[in-house]
């Protein structure tokens, strides 16, 4: 599952967002930690999907450290963290963790918490690429922001939760708040710094054209439609299957299951 974690390093201490998904991921994390010879200060979560959060418990041990969240993102964990596991636990066995650690602070949108007096400050997006979006921004001029899956950096997305519409919402709010030239590091794809706030907005809506075009009167042949008119727009593999497990929750939220369209 290619899927990133950050640490900023401070003087003194390292700072983790996100934590990975699966039990051998999150240990490697945890080594390129300690191979920095500074202590963990806290962990900290962009948004409520299991391969952003689920690396935690592997990430902090037994150890009592912050591990903040807006707290609509640490409300979705708790309340969707059961379904994940009867979801994911068929999928990756014993590389999903048995037991998850939950985040034990929480932050409001535009509240910042300073570690090494280097300040984070959480933007609270709310639904979108997920059920609970958020974006950490770094530093006092905030140049510097860990987006989760705001955008995806050129991979296949995740759209079955049914928020595009609010996705779209977040990316027209990131565009107008970050700072000019931001670094933007993302929870999928290549960690350039870049922004593909554009790159993303097509894909979405390539995706919701192509559900809407396609001929539900045949189920498998619409979906068949929909992921050949996605992966002309992306022909490379990387999480395509993501994509495709949104095709039919995509399209009984907008009603074309059942020969409705919205």
């Given at each position: 599952?290619?899927v ?16 990975t ?6 240990r ?23 391969d ?18 807006a ?13 994940k ?23 409001g ?10 300040p ?21 001029e ?35 708040e970050?700072?000019p ?7 999928h ?66 009603g ?7």
């Amino acid at each position: 599952m290619p899927v990133n974690a950050y640490i900023v390093e401070t003087s003194r201490g390292a700072v983790v967002i996100d934590s990975t998904l699966t039990v051998t991921d999150a240990r490697a994390l945890r080594s390129r930690v300690q191979e920095l010879g500074k202590p963990l200060l806290a962990v900290l979560v962009t948004h409520a999907h299991p391969d952003h959060y689920g690396g935690a418990v592997e990430l902090l041990g037994d150890r009592d450290l912050p591990f903040f969240a807006a707290g609509g993102v640490d409300a979705v964990i708790r309340r969707d963290d059961e379904v994940k596991e009867q979801i994911i636990r068929p999928m990756f066995g014993e590389e999903w963790p048995r037991e998850r650690r939950f985040p034990n602070q929480t932050l409001g949108d535009g509240e910042s918490v300073s570690f090494d007096g280097v300040p984070f400050t959480v933007m609270d997006l709310g639904p979108g690429e997920s059920p609970h979006d958020s974006v950490w921004l770094v530093g006092d001029e905030r140049l510097v922001a860990f987006a989760g899956d705001a955008a995806y950096e050129h991979m296949h997305c995740y759209l079955a939760d049914g928020f595009w519409e609010p996705w779209l919402a977040n990316i027209a709010r990131l565009r107008a708040e970050l700072a000019p030239g931001a670094e933007v590091h993302l929870g999928h794809g290549d960690p350039r710094g870049s922004a593909p706030f554009d790159w993303q907005e097509r894909y979405i809506k390539t995706f919701i054209d192509a559900l809407r075009a396609a001929d539900w009167s045949d189920r498998e042949a619409a979906k068949a439609a929909v992921i050949r008119a996605v992966t002309a727009y992306l022909p490379a593999a990387d999480l395509q299957f993501l994509m495709e497990l949104s095709v039919e929750p995509v399209a009984a939220q907008l009603g074309l299951l059942a020969g409705q369209a919205s």
